[in-house]
Protein backbone atom coordinates (compact mmCIF):
# COMPACT_ATOMS: atom_id res chain seq x y z
CA UNK A 1 0.00 0.00 0.00
CA UNK A 2 1.28 3.42 -1.13
CA UNK A 3 2.36 5.78 1.70
CA UNK A 4 -0.02 9.03 2.45
CA UNK A 5 1.37 12.15 2.77
CA UNK A 6 0.28 14.93 4.97
CA UNK A 7 -0.76 16.74 2.41
CA UNK A 8 -3.43 13.46 1.59
CA UNK A 9 -4.55 13.25 5.52
CA UNK A 10 -7.88 11.64 5.62
CA UNK A 11 -8.55 12.20 1.87
CA UNK A 12 -7.20 15.74 1.72
CA UNK A 13 -9.90 16.66 4.84
CA UNK A 14 -8.07 19.80 5.46
CA UNK A 15 -7.70 20.71 1.61
CA UNK A 16 -11.37 20.96 1.73
CA UNK A 17 -11.51 22.59 4.40
CA UNK A 18 -9.11 25.73 3.20
CA UNK A 19 -10.92 25.44 -0.18
CA UNK A 20 -13.93 26.21 1.42
CA UNK A 21 -12.46 29.04 3.94
CA UNK A 22 -11.27 30.98 0.49
CA UNK A 23 -14.79 30.28 -1.08
CA UNK A 24 -15.83 32.28 1.56
CA UNK A 25 -13.16 34.57 1.75
CA UNK A 26 -13.35 35.59 -1.76
CA UNK A 27 -17.64 35.43 -1.96
CA UNK A 28 -17.96 37.56 0.61
CA UNK A 29 -14.68 40.48 -0.77
CA UNK A 30 -16.80 40.06 -3.77
CA UNK A 31 -20.14 40.72 -2.66
CA UNK A 32 -19.18 43.64 0.45
CA UNK A 33 -19.50 47.12 -0.90
CA UNK A 34 -18.48 50.00 0.60
CA UNK A 35 -18.46 54.06 -0.43
CA UNK A 36 -14.71 54.39 0.65
CA UNK A 37 -13.75 51.50 -1.97
CA UNK A 38 -11.88 48.05 -0.88
CA UNK A 39 -9.34 48.32 2.01
CA UNK A 40 -8.54 46.78 5.82
CA UNK A 41 -10.05 49.40 7.42
CA UNK A 42 -13.71 48.34 6.26
CA UNK A 43 -16.08 45.80 7.68
CA UNK A 44 -14.97 42.68 5.40
CA UNK A 45 -11.39 43.99 5.90
CA UNK A 46 -11.44 44.07 9.79
CA UNK A 47 -12.92 40.32 9.04
CA UNK A 48 -10.48 39.44 6.91
CA UNK A 49 -8.04 39.97 9.01
CA UNK A 50 -9.33 38.64 12.09
CA UNK A 51 -9.51 35.41 10.03
CA UNK A 52 -5.85 35.86 8.97
CA UNK A 53 -4.59 36.59 12.38
CA UNK A 54 -6.46 33.67 14.17
CA UNK A 55 -5.12 31.65 11.50
CA UNK A 56 -1.24 32.65 11.91
CA UNK A 57 -1.78 32.17 16.12
CA UNK A 58 -2.72 29.00 15.58
CA UNK A 59 -0.13 27.76 13.31
CA UNK A 60 2.30 29.49 15.78
CA UNK A 61 0.49 27.32 18.24
CA UNK A 62 1.13 24.29 16.32
CA UNK A 63 4.77 25.27 16.11
CA UNK A 64 5.23 25.29 19.90
CA UNK A 65 3.00 22.54 20.25
CA UNK A 66 4.12 19.86 17.57
CA UNK A 67 6.58 18.17 19.82
CA UNK A 68 3.40 17.02 22.19
CA UNK A 69 1.92 15.55 19.15
CA UNK A 70 4.41 13.62 18.27
CA UNK A 71 3.01 10.65 21.00
CA UNK A 72 0.02 10.60 18.97
CA UNK A 73 1.44 9.98 14.80
CA UNK A 74 -2.37 10.60 13.81
CA UNK A 75 -2.90 14.00 15.32
CA UNK A 76 0.77 14.75 14.60
CA UNK A 77 0.00 14.08 10.57
CA UNK A 78 -3.50 15.76 11.38
CA UNK A 79 -1.97 19.57 12.87
CA UNK A 80 0.86 18.96 9.67
CA UNK A 81 -1.52 19.15 6.88
CA UNK A 82 -4.28 21.91 8.77
CA UNK A 83 -0.33 23.46 8.99
CA UNK A 84 0.24 23.62 5.04
CA UNK A 85 -3.34 24.23 3.72
CA UNK A 86 -4.09 27.13 6.09
CA UNK A 87 -0.68 28.88 5.90
CA UNK A 88 -1.13 28.69 1.93
CA UNK A 89 -4.48 29.91 2.29
CA UNK A 90 -3.02 33.06 4.05
CA UNK A 91 -1.69 34.14 0.95
CA UNK A 92 -5.02 35.01 -0.65
CA UNK A 93 -7.16 35.72 3.04
CA UNK A 94 -3.86 38.62 3.88
CA UNK A 95 -3.68 39.93 0.62
CA UNK A 96 -7.93 40.36 0.34
CA UNK A 97 -7.32 41.82 3.52
CA UNK A 98 -4.81 44.50 2.19
CA UNK A 99 -7.60 45.51 -0.85
CA UNK A 100 -4.65 45.38 -2.73
CA UNK A 101 -3.36 48.36 -1.41
CA UNK A 102 0.29 48.51 0.16
CA UNK A 103 2.97 50.52 1.24
CA UNK A 104 5.91 51.66 3.38
CA UNK A 105 4.35 51.12 6.39
CA UNK A 106 3.93 47.96 9.17
CA UNK A 107 1.21 46.95 7.79
CA UNK A 108 2.98 46.05 4.28
CA UNK A 109 5.42 44.76 6.96
CA UNK A 110 3.55 42.08 8.25
CA UNK A 111 2.09 41.01 4.70
CA UNK A 112 6.03 40.51 3.33
CA UNK A 113 6.99 38.42 6.58
CA UNK A 114 4.11 36.66 6.33
CA UNK A 115 4.80 35.74 2.72
CA UNK A 116 8.38 35.09 4.20
CA UNK A 117 7.29 32.56 6.35
CA UNK A 118 4.80 30.75 3.49
CA UNK A 119 7.36 30.65 0.83
CA UNK A 120 10.18 29.07 3.69
CA UNK A 121 6.98 26.75 4.91
CA UNK A 122 7.04 25.37 0.98
CA UNK A 123 10.46 24.57 1.11
CA UNK A 124 9.97 22.97 4.68
CA UNK A 125 7.41 20.57 3.25
CA UNK A 126 9.26 19.73 0.01
CA UNK A 127 12.51 18.96 2.44
CA UNK A 128 10.63 16.93 4.56
CA UNK A 129 8.74 15.26 2.12
CA UNK A 130 11.44 14.50 -0.42
CA UNK A 131 15.09 14.33 1.47
CA UNK A 132 14.22 11.09 4.02
CA UNK A 133 13.80 9.11 1.12
CA UNK A 134 17.18 10.23 -0.56
CA UNK A 135 18.62 9.47 3.54
CA UNK A 136 17.13 6.28 3.21
CA UNK A 137 18.46 5.43 -0.17
CA UNK A 138 21.75 6.66 0.75
CA UNK A 139 22.39 4.65 3.72
CA UNK A 140 20.67 1.35 2.53
CA UNK A 141 21.33 -1.34 5.63
CA UNK A 142 23.56 1.51 7.47
CA UNK A 143 23.31 3.89 9.35
CA UNK A 144 25.26 7.18 10.47
CA UNK A 145 27.29 5.55 13.27
CA UNK A 146 27.67 1.90 11.55
CA UNK A 147 29.00 4.18 8.20
CA UNK A 148 31.14 5.59 10.92
CA UNK A 149 32.75 2.44 12.33
CA UNK A 150 33.31 0.99 9.02
CA UNK A 151 35.57 3.85 7.98
CA UNK A 152 37.44 2.91 11.22
CA UNK A 153 37.98 -1.08 10.49
CA UNK A 154 39.40 0.50 7.02
CA UNK A 155 41.25 2.90 8.52
CA UNK A 156 43.18 0.40 10.87
CA UNK A 157 43.81 -2.21 7.68
CA UNK A 158 44.97 0.66 5.63
CA UNK A 159 47.36 1.46 8.66
CA UNK A 160 48.87 -2.03 8.63
CA UNK A 161 49.19 -2.06 4.90
CA UNK A 162 50.64 1.50 4.60
CA UNK A 163 53.71 0.78 6.40
CA UNK A 164 54.50 -1.87 4.03
CA UNK A 165 54.50 1.01 1.43
CA UNK A 166 56.87 3.32 0.40
CA UNK A 167 57.26 6.45 2.49
CA UNK A 168 55.06 8.51 0.09
CA UNK A 169 52.44 6.24 -0.01
CA UNK A 170 51.98 5.73 4.01
CA UNK A 171 52.15 9.27 4.07
CA UNK A 172 49.61 9.96 2.10
CA UNK A 173 47.38 6.42 3.88
CA UNK A 174 48.32 8.42 7.50
CA UNK A 175 46.65 11.77 5.97
CA UNK A 176 43.82 9.98 5.07
CA UNK A 177 43.43 8.97 8.72
CA UNK A 178 44.05 11.80 10.45
CA UNK A 179 42.80 14.50 8.62
CA UNK A 180 40.16 12.94 6.75
CA UNK A 181 36.86 15.21 8.15
CA UNK A 182 33.27 14.36 7.99
CA UNK A 183 30.68 17.01 8.66
CA UNK A 184 32.08 19.88 9.50
CA UNK A 185 30.90 24.23 9.70
CA UNK A 186 27.36 24.59 7.56
CA UNK A 187 28.62 25.48 4.62
CA UNK A 188 31.08 22.05 4.39
CA UNK A 189 27.56 20.25 5.70
CA UNK A 190 25.69 21.65 2.52
CA UNK A 191 28.29 20.87 0.07
CA UNK A 192 29.01 17.71 1.08
CA UNK A 193 32.05 17.67 0.02
CA UNK A 194 35.88 18.74 1.26
CA UNK A 195 38.24 20.41 -1.46
CA UNK A 196 41.54 18.53 -0.95
CA UNK A 197 40.35 15.52 0.86
CA UNK A 198 43.09 13.12 1.91
CA UNK A 199 41.17 9.96 1.02
CA UNK A 200 40.81 11.56 -2.61
CA UNK A 201 44.62 12.20 -2.66
CA UNK A 202 45.43 8.88 -1.07
CA UNK A 203 43.07 7.08 -3.53
CA UNK A 204 45.01 8.84 -6.77
CA UNK A 205 48.20 8.41 -5.86
CA UNK A 206 47.84 4.50 -4.86
CA UNK A 207 46.43 4.54 -8.32
CA UNK A 208 49.07 6.64 -10.04
CA UNK A 209 51.69 4.13 -8.50
CA UNK A 210 50.32 0.85 -10.03
CA UNK A 211 52.93 0.92 -12.82
CA UNK A 212 55.89 2.14 -10.70
CA UNK A 213 55.26 -0.68 -7.68
CA UNK A 214 56.92 -4.37 -8.51
CA UNK A 215 56.98 -7.61 -6.43
CA UNK A 216 55.10 -8.14 -3.46
CA UNK A 217 54.58 -4.53 -3.05
CA UNK A 218 52.22 -4.26 -6.38
CA UNK A 219 49.54 -6.89 -4.89
CA UNK A 220 49.89 -4.61 -1.53
CA UNK A 221 49.17 -1.59 -3.32
CA UNK A 222 46.25 -3.16 -4.95
CA UNK A 223 44.72 -4.06 -1.68
CA UNK A 224 45.43 -1.18 -0.20
CA UNK A 225 43.98 0.96 -3.24
CA UNK A 226 40.74 -1.48 -3.45
CA UNK A 227 40.12 -0.69 0.79
CA UNK A 228 40.85 3.08 -0.11
CA UNK A 229 38.21 3.13 -2.31
CA UNK A 230 35.68 1.55 -0.31
CA UNK A 231 36.55 4.42 2.18
CA UNK A 232 35.82 6.87 -0.47
CA UNK A 233 32.29 5.51 -1.04
CA UNK A 234 31.46 4.88 2.54
CA UNK A 235 33.14 9.07 3.41
CA UNK A 236 30.53 9.96 0.60
CA UNK A 237 27.97 8.27 1.73
CA UNK A 238 28.52 9.81 5.61
CA UNK A 239 29.10 13.39 4.22
CA UNK A 240 25.94 13.38 2.18
CA UNK A 241 23.86 11.74 5.39
CA UNK A 242 25.20 15.10 6.80
CA UNK A 243 24.42 17.06 3.97
CA UNK A 244 20.51 16.08 4.27
CA UNK A 245 20.27 16.45 7.74
CA UNK A 246 21.70 19.83 7.37
CA UNK A 247 18.86 20.06 4.30
CA UNK A 248 16.35 19.69 6.73
CA UNK A 249 17.49 21.77 9.47
CA UNK A 250 18.24 24.63 7.14
CA UNK A 251 14.98 25.97 6.21
CA UNK A 252 14.24 26.32 10.37
CA UNK A 253 17.30 28.74 10.19
CA UNK A 254 14.57 31.09 8.44
CA UNK A 255 11.17 30.03 8.97
CA UNK A 256 11.33 30.36 12.37
CA UNK A 257 12.67 34.17 12.36
CA UNK A 258 10.33 34.80 10.40
CA UNK A 259 7.92 33.55 12.17
CA UNK A 260 8.86 35.49 15.45
CA UNK A 261 9.53 38.57 13.30
CA UNK A 262 5.61 38.19 11.57
CA UNK A 263 4.21 37.75 15.52
CA UNK A 264 5.38 41.02 16.43
CA UNK A 265 4.90 42.95 13.28
CA UNK A 266 0.67 41.26 13.33
CA UNK A 267 0.89 42.99 17.00
CA UNK A 268 2.58 46.30 16.04
CA UNK A 269 0.13 46.16 12.86
CA UNK A 270 -3.27 45.46 15.32
CA UNK A 271 -2.15 47.99 17.85
CA UNK A 272 -1.67 50.47 15.33
CA UNK A 273 -5.10 49.98 13.59
CA UNK A 274 -6.98 49.78 16.43
CA UNK A 275 -5.49 52.50 18.55
CA UNK A 276 -3.27 55.07 16.01
CA UNK A 277 -5.35 54.61 12.86
Same mark, same amino acid.
Given at each position: ??????????????????????????????????????????????????????????????GIQKRRFRANSGNLQGWLSAHV????????????????????????????????VIISGFYGVYAYMRIPELMTEN??????????????????? =? %??? /?????????? $? &???????? #??????? =? %??? /?????????? $? &???????? #??????? =???????????????????RARADIRYKAILDLWLYFHVPL???????????????????
Amino acid at each position: MRHRTVLEYQRYRWLKVTLLILLVSIGGYVWYTSPVGRYGGTLMGYGLGTLGALIILLLLWFGIQKRRFRANSGNLQGWLSAHVYLGTSLIVIATLHTGFQVGWNVHTLAYVLMLGVIISGFYGVYAYMRIPELMTENRAEDTFDSLVLKIADIDRE =A %QRL /GVQMPDNINQ $A &VQDSIKNT #RIGGGLL =A %QLS /GRVRGCPTDR $A &VALCKSSV #REIKGDA =AKVNTDLYAMLLRKQKLVARARADIRYKAILDLWLYFHVPLSIALLAALIAHVIAVFFYW
